[in-house]
Each structure stands twice: as structure tokens, then as C-alpha cells.
């Protein structure tokens, strides 16, 4: 069993910065992935960054230059520091998960923390 547990949400005017993180109750170089998701109301859940193996990183368009996804092995723990907020960026952020263990893949989520960006 995984645990994930987001920190760092709040409210931000547009333009400015804010800090998420993740942190996990395992090493979290047993997973397959990590990654950042968020959902706006309304809308279905949409990928935001995520962290593959090898280290590859993957963004979603819309927020490459801006977010910047790593992690600390050693605290076991994946941020998400965001810049240059945009209106549009306000959502719940969810981090996420994936372990292979036994052959199957297993999916963690967080709780999720809300980000709201002020125009």
C-alpha cells in the first residue's frame, strides 16, 4: 500500500509562484511513475507533469516553461513548482503513483490540494 499526501495549495495572484508537494510513505524509486494531475471544476481530471522511468520528464503543453516537476529520493518526496500562474491554472492537484509489484500495476493518488490563481 502507497500513500501519497500533497502540501503547499493555496491562493496566488496571476503571475505568481506556488509550490506543491508530494510526499510518499515509500521509496519512491520503487515507482514505475510519478506524476502531477489536476481537475478543474467541471472537468475531467488532465495530466500535469510526470516523472518516468529513467528519469524522463513529461509535460502537458500548457504548462511547459511555466511547471517544473522533480523529486528528492532521499525524502521521498516529487514537488511541482509553479510559475507565472494563469487563471486557468486554478484547479484541485492531485499527485500520483504507480508500483509494479507481483507483475500488476498498481494506481495511488493523493488527496489532492487546491490551487487558486486570482486574475
Known amino acids: 500500500q502507497v500513500q501519497l499526501k500533497e502540501s503547499g495549495g493555496g491562493l496566488v495572484q496571476a503571475g505568481g509562484s506556488l509550490g506543491l508537494s508530494c510526499a510518499a510513505s515509500?521509496?519512491?524509486?520503487?515507482?514505475?511513475?510519478m506524476g502531477w494531475y489536476r481537475q478543474a471544476p467541471g472537468k475531467e481530471r488532465q495530466l500535469v507533469a510526470l516523472?518516468?522511468?529513467?528519469?524522463?520528464?513529461r509535460y502537458a503543453d500548457s504548462v511547459k516553461g511555466r511547471f517544473t516537476v522533480s523529486a528528492n529520493n532521499a525524502r521521498n518526496t516529487m514537488y511541482l513548482q509553479m510559475n507565472n500562474l494563469k487563471p486557468e491554472d486554478t484547479a484541485v492537484y492531485f499527485c500520483?503513483?504507480?508500483?509494479?509489484?507481483?507483475?500488476?500495476?498498481?494506481?495511488?493518488w493523493g488527496q489532492g490540494t487546491q490551487v487558486t490563481v486570482s486574475s
Open positions: 516523472i518516468l522511468g529513467g528519469g524522463i520528464i
Open positions: 500520483y503513483g504507480n508500483l509494479l509489484t507481483h507483475s500488476r500495476n498498481f494506481e495511488y
Open positions: 515509500v521509496d519512491i524509486s520503487r515507482l514505475e511513475v
